[in-house]
């Protein structure tokens, strides 16, 4: 991998936990999701003239994983309704990694390496390293667990469906194009039936928080579609996962929510557990 791919990385990872922590700052939550999604569709729409259109075997999954995509832009957002950037996020990046690698057990019977066993544990013990914050245990919400966890869920369901369309789209950025357009129009048209006035403000007040996390939830994302095209995935899958550092970061400095010895071993061991899973491939 070389060194303009391993920034670029870094970069997508940073832009991930800034659109993120724009969600969680920036009003009605749902709203702000609703606003941040149009914009990247719209964004995306710029796109569409100059890639070509995934192969129609891929639609099935690319409508599939648009409706996955939509459930996690809802999830998302009611979890930071209920804890901090610094609990929801690690514990959904966390998560879905280890419900991959079960599910692949369970269903597929595909075995785990021992190197993948460890990047396994360090992912367990990282999530559960923040339910304590000073020695002891964090009144952390019971709601932002469960909607965190069902982030997770929705990450895992759509990385896998993802990476199967992909390869039958014939056109990784059409791919992509596409399923930004797709997740974006329905997540904004779902939302302005639930948060039609809240939707309304934020676009009066917070019009370029949207467009500015709208550039960054795209940017991110058809950064990393073109690092898989060009290194290796499991390369890039780990290094992406540095993102969790960034909203750690994000979470301490910027949003205040306080810095605890146990949030920082949280982060730092989920970021390890996530590189060195993904890295054995």
């Known amino acids: 991998m070389t060194l303009e791919i391993t920034l670029l990385i870094l970069l997508a990872a940073a832009l991930h936990a800034g659109w993120n922590a724009l969600i969680k700052i920036s009003g009605d939550r749902i709203a702000v999701m609703a606003v941040v999604t149009l914009a990247g569709s719209l964004l995306s729409m710029l796109a569409l003239p100059f890639v070509d259109s995934p192969d129609p075997a891929s639609w099935p999954l690319l409508a599939l994983t648009i409706l996955i995509h939509t459930g996690y832009h809802f999830f998302l957002p009611v979890a930071y309704d209920h804890g901090d950037l610094g609990q929801v996020y690690p514990i959904a990046r966390g998560i879905s990694p280890i419900l991959v690698t079960l599910g692949a057990l369970v269903f597929a019977g595909e075995q785990v390496s021992q190197v993948a066993l460890i990047g396994i544990l360090c992912l367990a013990v990282g999530v559960m390293a923040l339910t304590f914050d ?63 006035r809240e939707i309304a403000v934020v676009m009066k007040n917070n019009a370029l928080i949207g467009l500015a996390g709208g550039t960054m939830q795209v940017g991110a ?61």
Do not use: H
Request: charged content about 10%; glycine content about 12%; some cysteine.
């Open 134 to 196: 000073g020695g002891k245990i964090s009144k952390i919400n019971p709601k932002a667990i469960i909607f965190a966890v069902a982030t997770g869920i929705c990450i895992a369901s759509y990385t896998i469906v993802d990476g199967l369309g992909v390869r039958q789209a014939g056109s990784i950025l059409g791919f992509a194009v596409w399923l930004t357009i797709g997740d974006g129009l329905l997540t904004f048209v779902i939302a302005l039936f639930w948060k039609k």
């Open 221 to 281: 994302y058809w950064i990393i579609v073109y690092a898989l095209a060009v290194a290796p995935m499991g390369m890039v899958s780990g290094l992406r996962e540095t993102s969790v550092l960034f909203a750690a970061l994000i979470s301490t400095f910027l949003l205040k929510e306080g810095f605890g010895v146990w949030r920082f071993v949280s982060a730092c061991l989920i970021t390890l557990g996530l590189i060195v899973s993904r890295a054995r491939n």
